[in-house]
């Protein structure tokens, strides 16, 4: 019995339970106009329903280039205004996707643009409002 207890101790002190109860989630939304689909995905990491990080991507496919060029030039300004920190995954004539990492201390402002809630709970709740599917 000792024996358990000293190895227990000693997984609680070296942090071995540290993320217990850290769970990842993730709504879409697809949307299609003429030759033009858009894909909206929130992934996001919870503890306790509190979000501790949050990615949002956006991939965005048409034949038509000229609409992809458009959207491109769209979402690159809109990068340059919000100072949050994203990746390019894919860029071609057919399609553009983007992923935001948009830090949970970010401005009331930031948070609002992206559309993110601090709980779980109403960020699922706000997403489904607006059509999502959550898993």
């Known amino acids: 019995m000792k024996k358990l207890i000293i190895i227990f101790s ?36 919870f503890k306790n329903d509190i979000i501790e990080d949050i990615k949002i991507s956006y991939d965005n496919t048409d034949t038509d280039k ?26 071609n004539e057919n399609q553009y996707k983007v992923e935001y990492d948009v830090p949970m201390d970010s401005s009331e402002d930031i948070l609002d643009k992206f559309n993110i809630k601090k709980s779980r709970t109403d960020l699922v709740r706000s997403l489904k409002e607006q059509g999502y599917t959550c898993e």
């Open 10 to 45: 000693c997984f609680i002190l070296t942090g071995c339970f540290e993320n217990s109860g850290y769970l990842v989630k993730s709504c879409y939304k697809k949307e299609v106009a003429n030759t033009l689909t858009t894909t909206t995905t929130y992934t996001f990491g």
């Open 66 to 91: 000229n609409t992809i060029s458009s959207i491109k030039l769209s979402l690159e300004t809109q990068n340059n205004y919000s100072f949050v920190k994203y990746n390019v995954l894919v860029d």
